[in-house]
């Protein structure tokens, strides 16, 4: 991607490792935003969103490393399929295994065919996709934000991420409210790929992180369900 057409903005949740001195002194041309608290990825996110200028927006999680031009290939995917509003790479974690990194939304049944290990009952089916869907482009109702590029157009007619999800189900109430409100498509792109350090930003959680998922999810069921 032409480094003239693009902005990087990263929004740094009060990180206390040293990389905020060592990027604004090592790539000047970053958009920096320092938060003296860790606000969370949702309010993260919108922080990011609302600095920024393109019509092509890519979420990023810092724990996210793009490989072969991943950046132009989703880029060159939204630009080719107008029917396409937002698109994701397929994920892999570092020793080389993909990534189950998109889901169905979490439906009482979809949960329970999960946790059964059930693929499909009826009309109904499992929460994750399987590992063979994740390997075909094709439409997606939910995938991991950790990296997903977005139509500006999207972004705005959806809204923000809600802040009240602000570590987890953040992005399942996005893509939920998408489907819901608008007749727009999430894609995912295999050729695309990424690797996800998965759990690195929030391993300081310990047995929060459990606490904290529950959480989302419950507010997830209250917010679209009761």
Known sequence: MDTTTQEIIVVDNASTDGSSEYIRNTFPEVIWVQN???????????????LSQGDFLFLLNNDVKLI????????????????????????????????????????PSALLLEFLGINKIGPFRRWKLPEEEHLHSGIVLQPMASALMVKRLCWDTVGPLDEQFPIFFNDVDW????????????????EAKAIHHEGVSV???????????????????YKHFW
């Open 36 to 50: 003296d608290t860790n606000r969370g990825y949702a309010k993260a996110v919108n922080q990011g969103v609302h």
């Open 68 to 107: 072969d031009n991943t950046t132009d290939k989703l880029l060159d995917f939204l630009i080719k399929n107008p029917e396409a509003v937002a698109v994701a790479p397929l994920l892999y974690y570092p020793d080389g295994r993909i990534q189950i990194s998109c889901r169905r939304f979490p439906t």
């Open 175 to 190: 893509c939920y409210r998408l489907y819901k409100n608008t007749r727009y498509k999430i894609y995912l792109y295999p």
């Open 203 to 221: 391993k300081d959680l310990g047995y929060k992180k459990n606490i904290e998922f529950y959480k989302g999810m419950i507010r997830f069921y």
